[in-house]
């Protein structure tokens, strides 16, 4: 049927558009002349059932013929209705729909009603919409600029209209650049074109929007933008939101210049560097000269004696004069008259609006005084440096060129800036003698290398950090475990200076701890995690206590390996430290692929444990970060060096690590953070220094422990020891074979010790103890413990190991 195109929305969300909405004609008296295939979708009613029919009679129930009647009254009054009625369904359900109906006057003066209806819930959602487009033109606080696809202006809303002074007609029709001045213009035609012709929106992008109609105004918009396109993908232009946020741009400038002004005194833990900082702001603006004289202990690190007395030491003068009569590094001499001297003495600061130098001020020739009095200094103000009750030195700023002396406000400005410096003047200080306490104490915490451990050959660089921000806390260790085993340890407390100092001397006492209980890696990993978390409370709490600035513990990385010489098997587990590199005899060098797990101190998280086999003769390497962070920061770059010198493991460990620090650490290099380098060769004990038998746990497995016992001491030439080995092995397998189920294996290993291992498949742990004359068993621990030197218990996934180590008779 022809319905007027007219009457249908180009919009694909309108739910009456074509296509969407379903259509009926109704002549005047009511009756259904048209009927659209959609309506016949939506209401279930062919055409040939409806057409020539009273709308009344089968679309309408009983109880809404009310709704319907005013309905059709409003319609005959004013042309047209739009509203929500409640129809029936063909199969007898109510159905409510959206209608909008229009009369159309066809030849001579026959009227007809054209209904389009579509599902209610559709056409609210689409007024909803409807009302939030009319909202975002005409009242949304956030501007609204949209573009056609040639990139000019179609339409703005009135926020954009009252930000600009604009008028929302004039830009219409017209590109940025024509209301905007040209610097600002290109950026944002640019920014249009981008997203017009890529697609990518662009969010929260701030640029300068001066106006041309009032050019001299700044003006900072934050803009997002986006393309539109219709349902066919069609481009219909760009869409910008834009926020004016010229307000907090000026306020973060001002915060920004602020904070500048803050950050330019003190940013290193260095006297002199500070004083100097000190002396550079002050010439900027406020004097022509500036000198900074500190006490001699503040030079060296050290506290001044109370009463400000002592030799001043010129550490900063500003700008650079040659002219100038003291130099850096010189002693002041002053005498009680000058105004230096009684600012010390008084500890307040001494204007001298309009100031004469005389020559009896400083104790010097007379030709240095004649140098400073042709400068033409007029005005001087000078100021205590004073931090936490303590006088450090003072600042003297002069004036030579400006016409007016130093003023009320002068005098302020300046003592905020003393003020500031004096605080930072002594953190420095404070700091370099604090740098010296944690060196002294860190060098006494570090072990020495072992070097007759039969699993691995060690080789080891350390280098403390040096300058800012002090001492740090990296450390190493090796420590030797049951069985010929080995332990390698590499760790970095986070922080510097003495705690960090005394918490590394902690945690490496910790690790040696946990190394003797025989835990696995990944279990001594999260017991430090435990211990790293206590310490930081410990310390907070401390702190807490003597209201002072303590340095935190605020977490560590940490690295444990353990090698064994008989399997060639190694297990490693960390927390959050760089992995291990492993070098292989035929030269293939590879980072191990070792889960990082969480820094220790974060608490709540698993460790996993890593597990490889090494040939004879492998590199075993751990380092601390700032091995690699030395040489321009670049870790893979830095990590390539470290591999490249680590391909020729068959060099000795010493010129292995030379190379590393060659290739890796800049020559006369300071470094910021401590660097440890830990590099192990391994070794494999020969197959015939390790013997090991299965037993089956009977009565009979104590006696053939015995005699498998004997038989290889006496193979091994330890004859000598064959009595207390047997007795020993005797009695483990003995318990083995009262507490546990299964085989026993029993095991011994040739070294620099001897070494008698029972393992089984009960996790029960042997206990030490006393027996009384009455008690008939409880003895046999005791005896090995009085046999051997050594005896302990470590743990599997499939069970446990008794071990014990007896030490070989001398030649």
């Known amino acids: 049927m022809g319905t007027p195109a007219t009457l249908f929305s180009e919009s694909p969300e309108d739910p009456f558009a074509l296509g969407h909405g379903g259509s009926a004609v109704l002549d005047d008296h009511g009756t259904v002349v048209g009927w659209s295939t959609r309506a016949q979708e939506l209401l279930g009613y062919p055409a040939k059932e409806v057409i020539g029919r009273a709308w009344p009679d089968f679309l309408i129930d009983a109880r809404d013929l009310p709704l319907a009647r005013a309905a059709v009254a409003v319609a005959m009054r004013t042309g047209g209705w739009f509203g929500v009625l409640p129809v029936r369904h063909r199969d007898g359900r109510r159905v409510e729909l959206g209608f909008r109906a229009r009369a159309i006057t066809r030849e001579g003066e026959h009227r007809e009603w054209v209904l389009v209806g579509a599902p209610a819930a559709d056409v609210v959602a689409w007024q909803r919409d409807r009302a939030l487009l009319d909202g975002l033109y005409r009242r949304s606080p956030i501007g609204l600029v949209i573009h056609g696809p040639d990139r000019r202006v179609i339409r703005i809303n009135r926020a954009v209209e009252k930000a600009s002074g604009v008028p ?216 205590p440096l004073v931090a936490r009750g303590l006088v450090l030195g003072i600042v003297s700023l002069w004036r030579a060129r400006h016409s007016e002396p130093f003023e009320e406000d002068d005098v302020a400005v300046a003592q905020e800036f003393s003020s500031r410096a004096a ?76 705690h960090a100092a005394a918490s ?72 959050g430290h760089p992995a291990p590199v492993v070098s292989t005899p035929d030269g ?36 601390t970060n700032g091995l690699l962070e030395a040489r321009d920061g670049d870790i893979d770059v830095a990590l390539e060096s470290l591999r490249a010198c680590l391909a020729h493991p068959e060099d000795s460990l010493d010129s292995t690590c030379h190379a590393v620090v060659e290739a890796l650490l800049p020559k006369d290099y300071l470094p910021s953070d401590d660097i440890a380098l830990l590099v192990a060769r391994t070794r494999v004990l020969p197959p015939e220094n390790v013997a090991s038998w299965q037993l089956p746990l009977e009565p009979t497995a104590a006696a053939r422990a015995r005699e498998l016992t004997t038989a290889k001491l006496a193979e091994w030439g330890l004859t000598d020891l064959a009595f207390t080995t047997e007795l020993v092995a005797s009695e483990l397998v003995t318990n083995a074979y009262r507490y546990a189920a299964g085989p026993v294996v029993l095991r011994l290993i040739r070294t620099h010790c001897l070494i008698c291992e029972v393992s089984d498949s009960s996790h029960t742990s042997p206990h030490l103890r ?32 008794v071990w014990t180590e007896q030490a070989l008779p001398s030649a």
């Open 168 to 383: 929302a007609d004039l830009p219409v029709g017209h590109r940025p650049g024509e209301f905007l001045v040209d610097e600002d213009a290109g950026p944002a035609e640019e920014r249009v074109r981008h997203v017009l012709e890529t697609g990518e929106p662009l969010i929260f992008t701030e640029q300068s929007a001066r106006a041309r109609h009032d050019p001299g105004r700044e003006r900072m918009v934050s803009v997002s933008a986006f393309r539109m396109e219709d349902a066919a993908g069609r481009v219909l232009g760009v869409a910008e939101t834009i926020e004016d946020v010229t307000a907090r741009h000026q306020a973060q400038r001002r915060l920004a210049l602020l904070n500048e002004a803050s950050a330019r005194i003190g940013t290193s833990l260095d006297v002199r560097q500070t004083a100097h900082e000190l002396a550079d702001v002050a010439v900027h603006g406020l004097a022509d000269y500036c000198s900074v004289d500190l006490l001699r202990p503040v030079t060296l690190g050290d506290e001044p004696a109370p009463g400000a007395s002592g030799p001043l030491i010129r550490v900063a003068f500003s700008p650079p004069e040659r002219r100038i009569p003291f130099h850096e590094g010189e002693v002041i001499p002053l005498l009680p008259e000058s105004p230096q001297a009684r600012c010390l003495a008084e500890c307040r600061p001494i204007a001298e609006r309009r100031l004469s130098l005389r020559p009896e001020w400083y104790a010097m020739d007379r030709r240095r005084v004649e140098i400073a009095l042709g400068l033409g200094v007029h005005s001087l103000i000078v100021l």
């Open 770 to 801: 006393r027996a009384l004359t009455t008690d008939e068993g409880g003895r046999g621990l005791f005896l090995v413990a009085q046999l051997t030197e050594r005896w302990g218990t470590r743990y599997s996934h499939d069970g446990k190991t």
């Open 588 to 623: 293939q060098v590879d980072v191990v692929d070792l889960p990082a797990g969480p820094p220790l101190g974060l608490g709540g998280l698993p460790f996993e444990t890593y597990d490889l086999d090494l040939p004879e003769g492998s590199l075993l390497t751990l380092y």
């Open 504 to 575: 590394m001397g902690r945690l490496r006492a910790a690790v040696r701890t946990l190394a003797s209980l025989d835990l696995e890696p990944d279990e001594i990993v999260a017991r430090l995690d435990d211990l790293v978390s206590l310490l930081a409370g410990e310390l907070e709490a401390t702190a807490d206590d003597n209201e002072s600035t303590v340095e935190q513990v605020l977490g560590a990385t940490c690295l444990y390996a353990v090698y064994d010489p008989v399997s060639r098997h190694c297990s490693m587990a960390r927390a």
């Open 423 to 498: 605080v930072c003047i002594d953190n420095a200080r404070r700091f370099t003698q604090q740098q010296n306490a944690a060196l002294t104490l860190q060098r006494s915490l570090l072990p020495g290398v072992a070097s007759d451990l039969p699993a691995v050959d060690v080789a080891c660089r350390y280098f403390p950090a040096s300058g800012e921000p002090g001492i740090g806390g990296d450390w190493f260790d090796v420590i030797p475990l049951s069985g010929a085993r080995v332990a390698l340890v590499v760790g970095d407390v986070v922080g510097h200076g003495i």
